[in-house]
């Protein structure tokens, strides 16, 4: 039998939300110099007129007798306040993904857990998992213009082994009249320009600055695709999670590619 629990919190703007997120993401750490899903400054850049609601969903699944044999898995997503056709279909797209996501990641882990529980037990002593699966997420908003809305879908989870994992997702709409229309974050290139090289020298150059091992011994030498990246004010923001740019210890680093050095290989003008 389990124990089900469930927290719901909605923060608006920037004071209340920069401290909910400080909570509920402390357990992650730090990565690269920085909290592992980047900048918690809670703020949204470019959504002129909007209050930007978080919404913070919680639950905690007890498995067993043992308190320590559990499953946490917490999901933030923001709103946008003041309503709107756009808006409206934006908000519903954004919070029927991240609702997806935190219950197929609890339903999954229950049945997966239950697994782990009796292969423990089948063995000598009944040792038990005596650990929690967990996974923390948040879909953050970096660039809302009138043009297009861009989002990084963070996640970090842990079910075992030495340490959790963090991945990232780019997520990006284009605005079509009344309607949020997905798009691919690598259709804003030109496909017949070299970007993929030019993107792969300036974020590994940056690296190098930030001391990321394998762009420092050389290991790294290019990108094979482009890595996740958002749109921001004044350029792009690529995301190099745990493993991709030095070892899990140095955590995720983050480059920032100004427009202008991106203008010869866009085939749409930015922001």
Same mark, same amino acid.
């Given at each position: ?19 909910? $997120? ?20 809670? @703020? ?11 919404? &913070?969903?919680?639950? @905690? ?28 279909? /934006? ?56 043009? *297009? ?27 079509? =009249? ?39 011994? =050389? ?6 695709? /482009?890595?996740?990246?958002? $749109? ?6 690529? *995301? ?11 955590? @995720?680093? &983050? ?6 050095? /991106? ?9």
């Amino acid at each position: 039998m389990f124990l089900k629990t469930r927290i719901r919190i909605n923060a608006r703007n920037f004071g209340l939300t920069g401290l909910l $997120l400080v909570l509920v993401f402390a357990a992650c750490g730090k990565e690269g110099g920085q909290n592992a899903f980047g900048s918690r400054n809670g @703020t949204v850049s470019k959504a002129p007129g909007k209050q930007v609601q978080v919404t &913070t969903l919680i639950d @905690t699944v007890t498995v067993s007798a043992n308190p320590s044999e559990r499953i946490k898995v917490r999901q933030s997503y923001p709103r946008f306040a003041g309503g709107g056709p756009f808006w409206d279909d /934006l908000n519903e797209i954004i919070e029927t993904m991240a609702l997806d996501e935190h219950n197929s990641f609890l339903e999954h882990s229950l049945e997966e857990y239950g697994l782990a529980l009796k292969e423990f037990a089948d063995q000598p002593g009944g040792l038990g998992v005596t650990f929690i699966w967990e996974r923390i997420a948040e879909i953050t908003a970096a660039h809302v213009s009138d043009k *297009y809305a861009s989002f990084l879908d963070a996640d970090w989870r842990f079910t075992g082994g030495a340490h959790g994992m963090t991945a990232y997702y780019s997520l990006l709409y284009r605005r079509e =009249g009344d309607k949020a229309v997905q798009i691919e974050p690598e259709s804003l290139f030109d496909k017949n320009s070299a970007y993929l090289d030019a993107v792969g020298r300036f974020c590994i150059e940056a690296l190098k600055k930030k001391d990321a091992t394998w762009a420092v011994n =050389g290991e790294m030498k290019g990108l094979d695709k /482009l890595p996740v990246f958002v $749109l921001t004010e004044t350029g792009l923001r690529f *995301y190099f999670p745990p493993y991709v740019a030095g070892p899990y210890y140095q955590g @995720t680093f &983050t480059v920032d590619m100004p427009y202008n050095e /991106l203008k010869d290989y866009l085939a749409v003008p930015l922001p």
